[in-house]
């Protein structure tokens, strides 16, 4: 921490009048032992935040004892090492850039990513970052754990994108994973497909034997569409007994087996509460071509369904 070395008391080294009152200067004792001094490092050490001294590009000068709580390392186990060497492997090169803008004086770090917990486990932080003071060799960040905000907030994602009931992609996913896929249509001219599956007597099966079997077969039902379908494809749940399958780089005849391999996939028995139960299903078939939307290959696919059902 910088120390002043002049002689003034205190009181005469507040703000000046001339300087706007909403950024006041921060008053530092000028005695290091003085106990204001003694009672800060009391706090840092205190505190569960990472406080660490790094000297340009990032080796670790001085840290707070936290780091044992966060990292599993000790202080001296980090001193003179690379802070990089502590970051997860995919967020490396984010974390340099946002440290070399903060050296540039282009912007303060603020930045969240992962670093190793000596155990191996993924540990998210928030960093806080601001440049040296001028002469300054050192700069100072304060790392806080975020772990738990940033799993809840993936939970939250997961929410909004996949239906409770099947854990498939939900009606939001799907509109924009076949908006994006109906854009690359366009630009790379590769050819796009939707599957529209229903299920058939659907609704008389909810009804005899109720909610919790309707949504074990609807489980069911979407792992075998998830098993019928390539690992690069999207299966959705539409809404109610109905599925949308996204296929990808694949010609009509690839498209049209693998609704074959829907329709025999669901067929196949259900168990639920020891009795079986037959689920049979109508898939449609629509393939894009130039100048459909998303909504208009879906509903093309849809009118395909209908039409097998009539059949």
């Known amino acids: 921490m910088a120390t002043s070395c002049s002689s003034a008391p205190l ?36 505190s569960r935040d990472l406080l660490a001294l790094l000297e340009p590009p990032a080796v670790c000068r001085a840290v707070s004892p936290s780091c044992q709580q966060l990292l599993g ?11 990089l060497s502590l970051v997860h492997p995919d967020d490396v ?11 540039d004086g282009a912007r303060p770090l ?8 000596r155990d191996g486990s993924a540990v998210w932080v928030h960093a806080y970052g601001a ?7 050192t700069y100072g960040v304060v790392l806080r754990d975020v772990t738990e905000r940033m799993e809840f907030e993936e939970l939250m994602n997961e929410a909004a994108l996949h239906d409770p009931v099947t854990g498939l992609a939900n009606r939001r996913m799907l509109d924009d994973a076949l908006t ?7 630009r790379s001219h590769q050819p796009l497909a939707a599957l529209f599956t229903d299920l058939d007597h659907f609704k008389q099966l909810n009804d005899s034997y109720g909610h919790a079997a309707g949504d ?34 694949a010609q009509l005849p690839v498209v049209a087996r693998a609704a074959d391999r829907i329709r025999a996939a669901v067929r196949r ?6 009795q079986l139960h037959r689920v049979t299903a109508s898939v449609g078939v629509a393939s894009w071509h130039e100048g459909m939307t998303a909504e208009e290959l879906v509903a093309r696919a849809d009118r395909a369904m209908y039409a097998e059902k009539r059949r």
């Open 93 to 103: 090169a984010e974390v340099r850039l946002s440290i070399e803008q903060l050296l």
């Open 131 to 137: 440049p040296s003071p001028a002469g300054g060799t």
């Open 269 to 274: 028995p259900i168990t639920y509460a020891g």
């Open 11 to 46: 009181e005469a080294r507040h703000v000046r009048a001339d300087r706007p009152k909403t950024r006041p200067e921060i008053l530092i004792p000028p005695d290091p032992g003085d106990a204001e001094v003694r009672r800060l490092a009391e706090l840092v050490a205190m």
């Open 73 to 83: 390392l000790m202080p001296e186990e980090l001193v003179g090492r690379d802070a």
């Open 216 to 249: 074990h077969v609807l489980r069911v039902v979407g792992r075998r569409l998830r098993g019928a379908t390539r690992a690069g494809d999207l299966v959705a749940r539409y809404g109610g007994d109905e599925f949308v399958t996204i296929v990808l780089d």
């Open 110 to 117: 603020s930045s969240r990513f992962r670093m190793l917990h």
């Open 180 to 186: 994006a896929a109906v854009a690359r249509a366009q």
